[in-house]
Structure formats: C-alpha cells, structure tokens
C-alpha cells in the first residue's frame, strides 16, 4: 500500500506531540513508554519536531540519571485561562500562540466559597507552572471567567445573589496580590463567545450570540467583531429574562426567570420521581444512551431556551447563535429545538434566515476565552494609553469607533 | 455500564444496625449505610467517629460485632479482604501500601500477576495497567516506572488502579487526598467522578468538606460511631453538614 510509511510515521509524530501536550512535559524515555514507541522512534521524532520548532527540549534529571526533557516549544509570553463554574474549575496554561501546555479540572463544591476557591486557583496556577518548568515571571495574565455578569469598570460581580457568597469580591485584586500578575475577570458567557468568535464556530460571522447551556443559561454578544458588554455587564444575561409568568422566585429576586425553569437544578428535579437523584453530567450522559426521560427534559429545555434566544434575536439581529456550554454535549437533541423556537418566532428576511450552530470548542470554551482574554488584555496594557483596544475576529478590519478599552483586570504596582 | 434506571433500586452494598465494639470503645453504634450504582457516598466525621471501622468492616478487615451486611439485597458474610475481592468490594486504605522499589505495573498486579504458558505475562499486565491508568485519565506517563519517582498524587491513581484491576463493583477510598497539593488533589478527585460515571458505588473516607461536597452524591455524617445526619451534597450546605458534624444538631437516637 502505497504511503502507508509516510501515513504511520505522521501517526507516530501525532502521537508524540499529543503526548507531550497532554503531560506538559516529559523525558525522552517516558515519551517512549507512554507512546508505546521504541527509544529510536522516539528519538528521531523529537529530533524532527525539535528541527521544526515544534517542541523544545532541556536537559534534566529523572531518578539520578541525565535524561533530555521534551516540552512543546513556546513563544513568549505564558497566560493562564480560568473559568470558576458553579460545579467545576477549568484552568489552561498556554502560550501566545494560544499552544496549550497544561490544563486541569477540578471539581467543586455546591456554593463553593469565594476564598478558598480563588486559594486553590492561585495553587493551580503556580503548580501548572512547575509542570511546564516555567516560573511566574513568564506570565504575562491571568483570565477568570465566572458564571455571573461581571461590571467591565470593577471586574466584580454585577448582579447581587446569583453567586452566593461572591458578591463584592474583588476577584482580580485577589489573585494579583498572591501571584503579581495582571488578572482580568469577565463573564463566561462572554468569554465563550470571545473564543468561538476567534478559534471557534464564529470565525465566519461578525455578529452572532453565543449561548452558553450549563447550570444557568447565559449569552454573550458578538457584535462588529468585538464582544458587547453592555453599561454594567449585564448584556446577554438571558438567564433573567422572565419566561413563566406565576414561576419561582430566582437567585436574582426576580418571578420565573428562564434560569428557574431550565437550570440545572429543574431539569434534575423533573427527573427525580423516575430517575432518583442526577447531576448535569448524569442527564448528558443518558441522551447519549437513549434514555427517553432525560432526552425529554433537554428537548423541552431546548424549546423554552429558544424562545428566550428569539426575543434576543429580534433585539440584535445576529447572523448566526452558537449553542455552547455542558447541555450542548447533547448536540441536536438540544439544537433542534432551539433552533425550531428560534425559526418559528424571527422573521425571516430575504438575505438569509439565521444560522443556529453548535459550539466547536465544546467544555474548553470559557478557559479559552479567559486566556485569549489575558493575552490581548496584557498586550493592550503593556501598550501606551489609549491604543489598546478589544480583540477582534477580524483584525485589520475597522468598524468604526471603538469603545475606550476595559480596565475590568488589576495590575499589580511593579 | 451501570443504567441510570437501575439506581435507586437494590443498593450494592447495605449495612444494616451494624455494632462493633473494642472493649470500652464504642466503634460503631447501630450504624446504617447504603451504596447504590453509579454514586458517591462520602462518610464524614470528627476522628473516632467510627470512618475506618466502616471501611475495614466493608472489605473485610474486621466483622461486625451484630448487624447485618448485605451485599445486591442479600445477607453476607465477608469473613476476609480476600472474600471482599471476590465479592467485588476493593479498598484503597491511608497509607496505600505499594512497595516503591517495584514500577507501576508491578504495583497495579501485586499478589495476582498474570500468567501465560506458566510464565509471567508481562505484555498482558502492562497493556492492563496501562488501560486502567487511561481510564482513570491519569497523567503517569510510564507505566514501568518505579513507583518511588512518582509524586503523591500518582501514587493514589496507581494504588486506586490497582483495587480496580479486579473490576469491583464497590470501592472504598479512605482519605484519599490528604496531605495532596491542589493539582494532585483535582486529579483524584477527577478520578472519583470517572469512578461512578463507570457505574461503581464509592464509598468516600474524608475530612474535607471542600472534597467531599465536590463529588459526593450523598455525605453520611458518622459521630461516635452513630449515624448523625444524611444529606444530598447538591444542595447541603457547608454549615448544615458541619453542625452535624460537631453535634450542634443530633439525630435522636435509643440509648
């Protein structure tokens, strides 16, 4: 069979960069019984791919003995992407090449607290670091995204009791005093929607929405390129939009927010009487076998969804909304009846009727976000005022006058 | 692959009324416990609440002094940590007991390596451990590495492999992320929920809340050997399960 050489050793090489991408680093002899190669494969690989930049090696010791550490090779200039969710801690360590280099999920508590989750965020960061064998100072930010609207002038949390405990604090004041970094906080939402617009299903289009499906529901707004934030960061928080008349009274203090109707915690309680006690993953996981019941509640959660992300269309008229967020793991099932909503109440112009695609960066999405957050936002700080200005899918491209560039981060007095 | 309709049922593991004293020491007092499929059990309590005697008679260690221990709906006797294995009960004690001069694999096939043609099967237990460890998503990169060059979290995903090799339906954790940094911390914990999404029934030895409230299903608080309070971890509050804890509230119980 002709190429089938050239298509194995592309298929080692793959294997070898995978490797190195999923432990941060590792000696030549590990990679070796890690890939399940031969020490001689493994060496010419890595001395192909170090010919080609695309690892660096050091010299190193494992177990008293010389041994040649292989990392992927990295531009300057590190950042970290954080996204703090209600049930889990999603943390990157990249290059400003956006080339991950570590990455960890740690799952928290319910109303995990504000201090000891921002602890374990700064020990994360710090021991990430050491995976990599970089110090603090190759960092050039830090992003944090949370699961509540975030006021772009302060970087705390905007909406008083959707986060419980995490009201007025300052989250980027806390983690640049430990770590003397700059640290930028922005919604998730937003933050997804940054990471689609630049890596993800919304290369293509200059306004769409981003909706991101998880314990809550939340959007974020992609208009001209660049993310709308809104006055006080509230822009997209669909979640609070009222969808039941007569409904529960929300963690915001509002009746019938779509939050109490299609949150995480009414679609396991749906479930209860037949299915006993679930968690978010727990229904995924049942779409994905078949299970009638949980594919119900996500299809229904899917159509009231789609009512709400209509409303919103109508108000900004998007391209294109991008379905994102844990309960978009269930792809259509979830889609189809957004989408349906969607078509059923915005009127169709003649140029075309409005896209409704899924996410492509799946559960990576926020961190992402949070860490192209930090390198652009670090990059505009480390510019002279005023010339900083939010990235944008479609550099080069001018859209008019650009709002004056956020301060939502802390940076610490060199 | 456990579904989910099955939960809720008959539970794996269910220890029923069960007491265990050491002469004046009251280990266990009329102490209930179910484990169902596909759930995280965490047990919680002051030291000498009566933890560890639940896991050392859950995997045989020591036999309840009256009670009963059922395993799927019927009453067993587990006279021994062999007769545990076999009933598909495996246990991941304190101190883990691996030997560190012996590589991962060694480790993970300790007391029962494989065999072929009456020769050690070394191909098969690699590609087993190494199945296990991926399993586990575990970041030990070389399953041929003696155990003494790992960090303490690598140690716990091997010494959590290894009870798994004999594919328990039931396994007991006992303080598994004491004394663990954050990232190693994170891992096993990402371990525990990979654990139940298999379908096993895990019973969580801990004293931190932080821990036990991010991946149980259910926390059983144990006080002097008594049961004092059962709560559902996606809506207890710290506070709640803590008064429990230090007896601000108590369940009532016959003397």
């Known amino acids: 069979m002709a190429g089938s050489q050239t298509s194995l050793r592309e298929a080692n090489r793959a294997l070898v960069i995978d490797t190195v991408?999923?432990?941060?680093?590792?000696?030549?002899?590990?990679?070796?019984?890690a890939t399940g190669l031969s020490a001689a494969t493994v060496s010419t690989i890595v001395r192909e791919l170090l010919a080609a930049e695309v690892v660096q090696t050091r010299a190193a010791v494992r177990s008293g003995r010389r041994a040649v550490m292989v990392t992927m090779n990295r531009r300057v200039g590190l950042a970290v992407g954080v996204q703090v969710g209600l049930r889990s801690l999603e943390i990157v360590l990249a290059d400003a090449a956006h080339e991950v280099l570590a990455r960890q999920t740690l799952p928290l508590p319910f109303e995990h607290r504000a201090d000891t989750t921002l602890d374990q965020v700064a020990l994360l960061v710090v021991e990430l670091l050491q995976r990599v064998g970089a110090e603090i100072d190759n960092l050039v930010g830090i992003g944090i995204g949370v699961p509540a609207p975030v006021d772009p002038s302060t970087g705390i949390v905007s909406l008083p009791g959707v986060m419980r405990g995490w009201d007025d604090v300052p989250i980027a004041h806390m983690i640049s005093k430990r770590l003397g970094r700059p640290v930028f906080v922005d919604n998730d939402a937003n933050l997804g929607a940054l990471a689609e617009s630049t890596l993800g299903a919304g290369r293509p289009y200059r306004d769409f929405a981003y909706v991101r499906v998880s314990h809550g529901i939340g959007a974020g707004i992609v208009i001209g390129g660049s993310v709308y934030r809104g006055f006080s960061g509230t822009a997209g928080e669909i979640g609070h939009s009222q969808v039941a008349v007569n409904g529960k009274i929300c963690l915001c203090g509002s009746r019938g927010c779509l939050d109490t109707v299609v949150g995480s915690r009414?679609?396991?309680?749906?479930?209860?009487?037949s299915h006993g006690l679930l968690t978010l993953r727990d229904i995924v996981k049942g779409v994905h076998d078949g299970d009638p019941g949980c594919t119900r509640v996500v299809e229904d959660a899917g159509a009231v969804i789609g009512t709400a992300v209509a409303t919103m269309t109508l108000t900004i008229n998007p391209e294109c909304v991008i379905v994102g967020g844990e309960l978009a793991?269930?792809?259509?099932?979830?889609?189809?009846?957004i989408r349906e909503a969607i078509r059923q109440r915005v009127m169709s112009t003649r140029i075309t009727p409005i896209e409704v695609v899924p996410a492509e960066l799946g559960p990576a999405a926020e961190a992402t976000g949070a860490l192209a957050l930090a390198l652009a936002l670090a990059e505009t700080d480390a510019a002279p005022r005023g010339a900083g200005r939010e990235p944008r899918a479609t550099p080069g491209e001018d859209g008019g006058p650009s709002p004056p560039p956020p301060t939502r981060g802390h940076r610490p007095r060199p | 692959m456990a579904r989910i309709e099955d939960r809720g049922r008959v539970p794996l593991i269910r220890l029923r009324h069960v007491t265990k004293t050491f002469g004046a020491v009251e280990a266990l007092v009329g102490f209930d416990l179910?484990?169902?499929?596909?759930?995280?059990?965490?047990?919680?309590?002051?030291?000498?609440?009566?933890?560890?005697?639940?896991?050392?008679?859950?995997s045989g260690v020591l036999q309840p002094d009256t009670g009963l221990l059922e395993l799927n709906g019927t009453p067993t006797q587990i006279p021994g940590p062999?007769?545990?294995?076999s009933a598909g009960i495996a246990a991941v004690f304190q101190d883990l007991?691996?030997?560190?001069?012996?590589?991962?694999?060694?480790?993970?096939?300790?007391?029962?390596?494989l065999h072929r043609h009456g020769l050690l099967d070394e191909d098969a237990m690699e590609q087993a451990a190494r199945r296990t460890l991926a399993m586990l998503n575990s970041d030990i990169p070389s399953v041929r590495t003696p155990v003494r060059a790992l960090s303490a979290g690598q140690r716990q995903s091997v010494a959590i492999a290894r009870a798994l090799i004999s594919n328990p339906r039931v396994i007991v954790l006992d303080e598994p992320t004491a004394a663990l940094s954050v990232v190693q911390t994170a891992e096993v914990l990402s371990h525990i929920e990979r654990l139940r999404d298999v379908g096993l029934g895990v019973i969580f030895i801990s004293h931190n809340m932080n821990d036990v409230r991010a991946v149980a299903d259910r926390i059983e608080v144990m006080r002097h050997g008594r049961n004092n309070g059962s709560f559902e971890a996606a809506t207890a509050s710290y506070e709640t399960v803590l008064a429990a804890i230090t007896g601000a509230v108590r369940l009532q119980h016959a003397v």
Do not use: M, W, Y
Not at chain 1, 21 to 32: H, I, M, W
Not at chain 2, 82 to 85: G, H, I, M, N, T
């Open chain 1, 329 to 337: 793991e269930t792809h259509e099932v979830l889609i189809r009846p």
């Open chain 2, 82 to 85: 062999s007769a545990a294995l």
């Open chain 2, 34 to 58: 179910q484990v169902h499929p596909h759930q995280v059990v965490a047990l919680v309590g002051d030291n000498g609440a009566g933890k560890s005697t639940v896991a050392k008679i859950i």
């Open chain 1, 266 to 273: 009414t679609l396991v309680s749906a479930l209860s009487v």
């Open chain 2, 97 to 113: 007991a691996l030997c560190d001069n012996l590589d991962v694999t060694a480790n993970i096939f300790l007391g029962r390596a």
């Open chain 1, 21 to 33: 991408r999923r432990f941060g680093g590792l000696t030549q002899v590990e990679l070796a019984t």
